[in-house]
């Protein structure tokens, strides 16, 4: 999906898609990797934001992980939004429970601020001294609890919720 489009823009269209035939999966593609753009094609429920300059190759590659019920984010925008907008301690054992998440376990709720700053299962699992699998046993619950497909909308469900927050300049 194009952000910029004549008479629909791609985030418009995105959520219309994704509203109508909620087992459609989009990427979004611009030229225009500004940070309002790629949340806002995340909130509108696109599966990944990737430059339009990327590679034939990586797009292909792409379209395979969000196909595969995955979702991508090129690094450069993942490391930028991260350093941004989301900040969390290093380590902090049980995490207090943002609003309207009452029915996640403190594991499931730890699983998701890892998540959240930007790690993915492999690094989960050594943090918390735990399989991989044990990792996506976690991850699919939590998933099922906050009504996400993938961990883009996980993010910005950590966002908006308060379980990690914006970073204040000084």
Known sequence: MDIR??????????????????GCRVLALSTFDMDEHVVAALRAGACGFLPKDISPEDLVAALHVVRDGEAILASRLLTRLISAHVTAPAHRPTPPAPSGTDGLTPREREVWRLIACGLDNTEIATRLGVSASTVKNHITGLFAELGVRDRAQAVIAAYETGLVTVRREA
């Open 5 to 22: 489009m004549p008479v629909l823009d791609g985030i418009a269209a995105t959520e219309r898609l994704t509203v109508e035939l909620p």
